[in-house]
């Protein structure tokens, strides 16, 4: 047995895995012999993206589901969703995400700081919460969650995202010493060619991703599959914990 591919046979449940980098992680855990299961936000979205995959790697072992992460009821459908993936999880990765808030300081309300917290700071709680009864009680096990390249880099319109990602950037050491021996890490991507941006205009998104392109060493804004490299990085290394893995394309050289 290979003593560096150490995902083969394992069970990764990727939450936010039907897109996104979330889905580039679940192939890439296919790839690397794993076992995997999406949630989506809805059974059909779930169903579409197994499809997609099985077409692109006809014998994997994949599953998919529906969770429902925007209620309250959220850590009740995160015990569920364990429930469905089968109880033998290893490794959970986290990259379930809403639009983004980008607004400017004086058009923030306590609802609209509410609503753009709820996915990125209770869910992320709650999936911490849960993985600590549900994950093995060992390093080989992992969570690892999702931040983003603006915790580092300060942009005007942003306050409200900087503050949720820096939030994402503390609860990853915290829960790793609550999760101990269990590892928690998290991946910083910059801008990445993701669904992130779908609500954008065609040109102004093409305009904005040529414009961030000639802007760092690179030359290339992020990718899907090159970013879900450091997610499956920080399954396999079993050292890493409390790490912020960060892959930004150069970003914070210029």
């Known amino acids: ?69 925007s209620q309250d009821t959220v850590e009740a459908d995160l015990e569920g969703l364990f429930d469905k993936a089968g109880g033998d999880v290893d490794h959970v990765v986290f990259t379930a995400a809403d639009a983004l808030t980008i607004s400017g300081l004086q058009d923030l309300t306590p609802d609209v700081i509410r609503r753009a917290g709820h996915m990125r700071q209770v869910v992320p709680m709650m999936v911490g919460k849960v993985a600590a009864r549900r994950l093995p009680r060992s390093r080989e096990s992992s969570l690892t969650l999702s931040t983003g390249g603006i915790a580092d880099q300060p942009r005007a319109g942003w306050s409200l995202m900087a503050y949720v990602a820096n939030g994402i950037v503390a609860l990853t050491r915290n829960l790793a010493l609550d999760l101990a021996p269990v590892r928690v890490n998290a991946v910083e991507p910059g801008f990445v060619d993701t669904e992130l941006w779908k609500d954008l205009a065609p040109q102004a998104k093409a305009d904005m991703m040529q414009a961030i392109a000639d802007s760092v060493p690179t030359g290339a804004v992020g990718r899907v599959e090159d970013v879900a490299e450091a997610y499956v990085y920080l399954m396999k290394d079993r050292n890493a914990t409390g790490e912020i893995v960060k892959t930004r394309s150069g970003a914070q050289l210029v």
Do not use: W
């Open 1 to 69: 047995m290979s003593k560096y591919n150490k995902l083969a046979g394992k069970h990764v449940l990727c939450i936010g895995g039907t897109k996104g980098l979330g889905r580039g992680t679940a192939e890439a855990s296919i790839e690397a012999g794993a076992r995997v299961t999406i949630a989506g936000s809805s059974q059909r979205s779930a169903d579409a993206a197994v499809a997609e995959i099985k077409a692109l790697y006809p014998s994997a072992a994949i599953a998919g589901f529906g969770c429902d992460l």
